[in-house]
T-cell receptor, first 109, second 114 residues
Framework: RKEVEQDPGPFNVPEGATVAFNCTYS??????FFWYRQDCRKEPKLLMS???SGNEDGRFTAQLNRASQYISLLIRDSKLSDSATYLC??????????FGDGTTLTVKP | NAGVTQTPKFQVLKTGQSMTLQCAQD?????MSWYRQDPGMGLRLIHY???????DQGEVPNGYNVSRSTTEDFPLRLLSAAPSQTSVYFC?????????????FGQGTRLTVV
């Protein structure tokens, strides 16, 4: 079993749709959680950190459930520019990052 | 402030050749790491370093060596290239080894081994 597992996708949604991505992790010692965005053939870039209390950044909302070892990302009012691959990332206390395989989102007009 | 710089951007090697992928950061970051990304997959950790003079193995270290003689540089050496090492390689750095720091990535090196 992989340490970090994501919805395999792909997700194809119309503009304006709401879409949710799920991620689970197996290492209970994991300390920090992130969502990164990766555009085609580009490097990953931080989208947002994920906190136990949940956090929101504009149209993006991230949730963490430590008991279930589950992370989610919700995108509201999808834009064409949201088309990308979204990577769930889990860090241990030593700073090592484990990446999920990513979920690809395509937003269509 | 260039961030994380990787060279070369593209490389084709013949099986058995060796080469070094260069990575440099100008942000005075403690933590540096190398990942490989195969099609349709996430990033897998090859080697990492928590500071100058200190390196350790990640998930897929076989066939690769690293060194960290300075804070800025973290080269990745392929000892004897194999077709299975065809991949996109990303170097990353972060400010500290604390778990909640953001990783900054280089633009990647696309390596093909024939």
């Amino acid at each position: 079993r992989k340490e970090v597992e994501q919805d395999p996708g792909p997700f194809n949604v119309p503009e304006g749709a709401t879409v949710a991505f799920n991620c689970t992790y197996s290492n209970s010692a994991s300390q920090s959680f992130f969502w990164y965005r990766q555009d085609c053939r580009k490097e990953p870039k931080l989208l947002m950190s994920v906190y136990s209390s949940g956090n929101e950044d504009g149209r993006f909302t991230a949730q963490l459930n430590r008991a279930s070892q589950y992370i989610s990302l919700l995108i509201r009012d999808s834009k064409l520019s949201d088309s990308a691959t979204y990577l769930c990332v889990v860090n241990t206390n030593a700073g090592k990052s484990t990446f999920g395989d990513g979920t690809t989102l395509t937003v269509k007009p | 402030n260039a961030g994380v710089t990787q060279t070369p951007k593209f490389q084709v090697l013949k099986t058995g050749q060796s080469m070094t992928l260069q990575c440099a950061q100008d942000m005075n970051h403690e933590y540096m790491s190398w990942y490989r990304q195969d099609p349709g997959m996430g990033l897998r950790l090859i080697h990492y370093s928590v500071g100058a003079g200190i390196t350790d193995q990640g998930e897929v270290p076989n066939g690769y060596n690293v060194s960290r003689s300075t804070t800025e540089d973290f080269p990745l050496r392929l000892l004897s290239a194999a077709p299975s090492q065809t991949s996109v390689y990303f170097c990353a750095s972060s400010y500290s080894t604390r778990s909640n720091t953001e990783a900054f990535f280089g633009q990647g090196t696309r390596l093909t081994v024939v």
